[in-house]
């Protein structure tokens, strides 16, 4: 049966979940505040020396190839690896995927390990489903629902839930769909949100018992806040302390009552 995000962010602040966190230079402060506030424990551990070791102990991993470079890369497969081992959730950010062949091939390979969730916006959902993207570096430059199809077909032929974000969210694991509505048009005006909800979705995977729901959640409340905060800010710098004020203030009810949820029925 499946779990709302009602039940997940219940079960999410009563037991906080401590999460291992490959993320960019960018996003890795950002990111941590955002965990923390809507009741994760976020921990930023990335060398090779520890990743592996650290992910055993960790109740998920999340890898984000924003600001790539081999050492990195050697700590996103060992953390992998750690996942694996102990049989925990995976959830990979395809920073900027289109942009170079070496984010071409480095994604590859990492989609290849079998991530539990693929969590981009719809330039690099594209790009990841094998179809011209629009994107302009880290920055999506395409409508969600052209990504859609390709986010169902990327679910399918690597087995993991596909989160595409942007105006109005859609999250498939090939079968299933969903659309989720809410926001604020100054969150892609915010640096590392996306991240941010990358790495929120792996604490959501950690408890949840199923990966689709465990995204929903995630989604859900990023939305639910992102609305909340919009209200009253008067641009993309006020946004951001209300929005973290958000994230905390949610409530497991806010998230039936707030996001606006579509049960989008895939092809
Ligand atoms: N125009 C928009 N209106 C409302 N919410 C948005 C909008 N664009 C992005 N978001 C939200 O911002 C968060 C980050 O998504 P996105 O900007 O697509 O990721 P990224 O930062 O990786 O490009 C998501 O919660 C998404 O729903
Ligand atoms: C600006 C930037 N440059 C490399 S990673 C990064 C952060 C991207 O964050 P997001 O994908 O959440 O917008
Ligand atoms: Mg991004």
Same mark, same amino acid.
């Given at each position: 049966?499946?779990?709302?995000?009602?039940?997940?962010? =219940?079960?999410?602040?009563? %037991? $906080?979940?401590?999460?291992?966190?490959?993320?960019?230079?960018?996003?890795?402060? &950002?990111?941590?505040?955002?965990?923390?506030?809507?009741?994760?424990?976020?921990?930023?551990?990335?060398?090779?020396?520890?990743?592996?070791?650290?992910?055993? &102990?960790?109740?998920?991993?999340?890898?984000? &190839?924003? %600001?790539?470079?081999?050492?990195?890369?050697?700590?996103?497969? !060992?953390? &992998? +690896?750690?996942?694996?081992?102990?049989?925990?959730?995976?959830?990979? @950010? $395809?920073? !900027?995927?289109?942009?170079?062949?070496? +984010?071409?091939?480095?994604?590859?390979?990492?989609?290849?390990?079998?991530?539990?969730?693929?969590?981009?916006?719809?330039?690099?959902i594209l790009s990841l489903a094998g179809e011209?993207?629009?994107?302009?570096?880290? @920055? #999506?430059?395409? $409508?969600? !629902?052209?990504a859609?199809e390709g986010a169902?077909r990327l679910?399918?032929?690597?087995?993991?839930?596909?989160?595409?974000? #942007?105006?109005?969210?859609?999250?498939?694991?090939?079968?299933?769909?969903?659309?989720? #509505?809410?926001?604020?048009?100054?969150?892609?005006?915010? =640096?590392?949100?996306?991240?941010?909800? =990358?790495?929120?979705?792996?604490?959501?995977?950690?408890?949840?018992? @199923?990966?689709?729901?465990?995204?929903?959640?995630?989604?859900?409340?990023?939305?639910?806040?992102?609305?909340?905060?919009?209200?009253?800010?008067?641009?993309?710098?006020?946004?951001? $302390? +209300?929005?973290?004020?958000?994230?905390?203030?949610?409530?497991?009810? @806010?998230?039936?009552?707030?996001?606006?949820?579509?049960?989008?029925?895939?092809?």
């Open positions: 049966m499946s779990q709302s995000p009602e039940t997940l962010l =219940t079960g999410l602040r009563a %037991t $906080p979940p401590l999460v291992q966190c490959i993320t960019n230079y960018v996003a890795m402060n &950002i990111a941590a505040n955002v965990m923390l506030a809507a009741g994760a424990s976020p921990a930023m551990v990335s060398d090779v020396e520890e990743a592996e070791e650290f992910a055993g &102990i960790a109740g998920a991993v999340t890898v984000n &190839i924003g %600001t790539l470079s081999p050492p990195f890369v050697a700590g996103m497969h !060992a953390a &992998i +690896r750690g996942a694996r081992g102990a049989g925990r959730p995976w959830v990979l @950010d $395809p920073v !900027a995927c289109q942009a170079t062949a070496y +984010r071409r091939a480095v994604v590859q390979a990492l989609v290849a390990e079998g991530p539990t969730i693929i969590r981009g916006n719809a330039s690099e011209a993207s629009r994107g302009q570096g880290v @920055d #999506g430059r395409d $409508p969600v !629902a052209a859609e169902r679910a399918r032929s690597s087995g993991a839930v596909v989160a595409v974000t #942007g105006e109005v969210d859609y999250v498939t694991d090939g079968e299933r769909a969903v659309r989720i #509505g809410g926001g604020s048009p100054f969150m892609p005006m915010n =640096t590392a949100l996306g991240c941010s909800l =990358t790495c929120l979705c792996g604490a959501y995977a950690a408890v949840a018992e @199923d990966a689709f729901d465990a995204a929903v959640a995630g989604l859900a409340h990023f939305a639910v806040a992102g609305a909340k905060a919009d209200e009253g800010a008067s641009g993309p710098g006020s946004f951001a $302390p +209300r929005f973290l004020d958000a994230l905390a203030a949610v409530t497991p009810a @806010d998230l039936s009552r707030g996001a606006i949820y579509d049960a989008a029925v895939p092809a």
